[in-house]
């Protein structure tokens, strides 16, 4: 089974605030959201690196994680980066075509 769906952590410049998303294309959603397309919440606290993402078999796997990382809290988020993105560079140039 084709593995395309993501979960994603994206953050600001100062790494000080983050969004857990899930999607079917992370490469079209990061690009939503560097172009500011995204409304809401990314778009005000300008939410734009991609700092984590997990890949999953399907869209039940992904929604699951997602909720599971929605519900951590901060220091675990930290943590999760930090052990794949130490320095919290931005991956957009590593997603899978």
Not at 69 to 84: A, E, G, Y
């Given at each position: 089974?084709?593995?395309?769906?993501?979960?994603?952590?994206?953050?600001?410049?100062?790494?000080?605030?983050?969004?857990?998303?899930?999607?079917?294309?992370?490469?079209?959603?990061?690009?939503?959201?560097?172009?500011?397309?995204?409304?809401?919440?990314?778009?005000?606290?300008?939410?734009?690196?991609l700092?984590?993402?997990?890949?999953?078999?399907?869209?039940?796997d992904?929604?699951?994680?997602?909720k599971?990382?929605?519900?951590?809290?901060?220091?675990?988020?930290?943590?999760?980066?930090?052990?794949?993105?130490?320095?919290?560079?931005?991956?957009?140039?590593?997603?899978?075509?």
């Amino acid at each position: 089974m084709s593995r395309n769906c993501y979960v994603y952590i994206l953050t600001n410049l100062n790494n000080t605030v983050f969004y857990v998303g899930v999607t079917n294309n992370l490469e079209r959603r990061v690009v939503e959201h560097k172009s500011g397309l995204i409304k809401g919440f990314t778009q005000k606290y300008k939410l734009k690196k991609l700092v984590y993402f997990e890949e999953f078999p399907t869209m039940m796997d992904a929604i699951r994680r997602e909720k599971q990382l929605k519900n951590w809290h901060r220091d675990w988020k930290l943590n999760l980066i930090k052990s794949l993105n130490r320095f919290f560079n931005d991956l957009a140039a590593e997603i899978p075509k």
